[in-house]
Structures are given as structure tokens and as C-alpha cells.
């Protein structure tokens, strides 16, 4: 949201304290910040879940190329370790889809609808401004007639200029006291708003790595059947490596 006030000229009585003016200028600045805030979470949020979807998406490829490899046809030993991998990573997509279906109902989806709110907010606060300036316009042309000469043709033009003025000043006073009221309670909303949409988010997460914790847990069992250390796995791996670059095909000229 961006506030900018219409300049024409100030009537010499101060219509609005600058108390007010104040109070109102910082509400509405919280306000502001928080339209920001919230839109940034929103795009945060989003590109989190598509950055999730995107990752075991890319988990299921790989298992899957991995499948097609020619070792898989001479080795059954590789081929039940890949397998299980595939059967791994099929589920943990699954699951992740269901977290992220459920962090779009929850919170991503709230988010954008608490979004929504701020435009009407906004044309409120135009609202306001505008019949300040004509408070203030009237105000001025109400002082005109108030410094002419007290003639007949006069007193009738500031007669009607202060009826003129009376609806406009009760308008802006209205707009600007219920902003004043309500800014705040606004503000303050947030809390129970987005409460129960991070608890949300706190317990898909929860349940998502304990069914990972489960899933990974299950394939080291099925593929660790050796029993190595990831130490004894690095030495034996480099080990092999040695082996190959030992090969003529591959040795430096």
C-alpha cells in the first residue's frame, strides 16, 4: 500500500491535531509493513512447496534411471537395492505431495486470502485523505468569506459556504475515527489469524519426517546388508577407484 496526500492549501485553523495525525500515520505504517510481510511469506511459502515437489520429483527420475541400467540385468544383488531405492522414492514423493497439498490448504492458500483484505483497506484509507481534502478545501473557502467585509452578500456566501462545509467535516471525521478504531483491531487480528495456519504447517512437517524417518529406515535395512560403516564404505569405494584408473584405457599418457 502507498499513502501519498494531496497538496493544495492549508486553512489557517488546524482541522486535524497533529496527535491524530500522528496516530493515524503510524497504524497505518504497521499496517504497510505487514501487507509486505505477508506477501513475502506467501511467495516464500510457494516457492518452498514447489522447491519440495521439484526435489522428490528428481528423487523418483534418478531410482528410475537407475532401473534401466544395464547393470541392474547382470547383477540381482544391485538390481534388489535399486528396486527398493525406486519403491523409497515413489513413497517419499507420495508423502511429500500429501505435505505440500496440505501446506497449501492450511497456510498458503490463508495467506493469500489475508492478502486480498489489504486493497480494501487501502481504498479506506483514500477514502479518508480524500474527504480530508475537501474538509480542508471548504475550510478555506469558509475563512475567505469570514475575512471579507460583513456585508449582506457576504454573510450569505459564508452562511452557505459553513453549510456547505458541515457534511463534509462530518464525513471525514467518521472515516477518520472509524480507521482509527479499527486499524489497530486489524493489526492485532493477526495473531489468531496465522496461529493456527503455522501449528498447521509445524504438524504436516512433523508428520512428513516421521514417515521419512520410517522409509529410510526400512531401506537401510534392505540394502546394508554388509553392516559397513560409511567410513569402510568411502575406503572401499576409493579402494575400487584405484582399480580403474590402474586400467590402461584410462591411464595418463
Known amino acids: 500500500m502507498s499513502w501519498i496526500p494531496f497538496k493544495i492549501g492549508q486553512p489557517k485553523k488546524q482541522i ?14 504497521k499496517l504497510q509493513k505487514l501487507e509486505d510481510q505477508t506477501k513475502k511469506l506467501h511467495k516464500d511459502m510457494k516457492k518452498s512447496t514447489d522447491a519440495d515437489l521439484a526435489m522428490s520429483k528428481a528423487a ?8 534401466s541400467n544395464p547393470l541392474c540385468e547382470q547383477d540381482q544383488a544391485f538390481l534388489d537395492s535399486i528396486t527398493a531405492l525406486d519403491t523409497a522414492m515413489k513413497r517419499m514423493d507420495a508423502f511429500n505431495q ?3 497439498n496440505q501446506i497449501q490448504k492450511t497456510v498458503i492458500d490463508p495467506l493469500k486470502k489475508y492478502s486480498g483484505v489489504f ?3 487501502n481504498m479506506a484509507v483514500k477514502r479518508r485523505e480524500q474527504a480530508l481534502q475537501d474538509y480542508k478545501r471548504l475550510q478555506s473557502k469558509v475563512e475567505k468569506y469570514e475575512e471579507k467585509e460583513k456585508n449582506g452578500p457576504a454573510m450569505v456566501k459564508l452562511h452557505q459556504a459553513k453549510e456547505e462545509l458541515r457534511p463534509v467535516k462530518e464525513d471525514f471525521e467518521a472515516k477518520n475515527q472509524q480507521l482509527l478504531d479499527e486499524m489497530p483491531k486489524f493489526y492485532q487480528s493477526r495473531i489468531d489469524y496465522f496461529q493456527p495456519s503455522f501449528e498447521a504447517l509445524i504438524r504436516a512437517q512433523v508428520v512428513y519426517f516421521t514417515e ?5 529406515s526400512e531401506l537401510t535395512d534392505q540394502i546394508d546388508q554388509g553392516g559397513l560403516t560409511d567410513e569402510q564404505r568411502q575406503r572401499e569405494t576409493e579402494a575400487k577407484l584405484t582399480e580403474l584408473r590402474a586400467l590402461s584405457i584410462v591411464a595418463d599418457d
Not at 521419512?212 to 529410510?216: A, E, L, T, V
Open 16 to 29: 486535524v491535531s497533529k496527535t491524530v495525525e500522528r496516530d493515524f500515520e503510524r497504524e497505518y505504517e
Open 60 to 67: 523418483v527420475k534418478i531410482s528410475a534411471d537407475l532401473l
Open 98 to 100: 500429501e505435505k505440500v
Open 119 to 121: 486493497p480494501s483497506l
Open 212 to 216: 521419512m524417518y520410517k522409509i529410510f
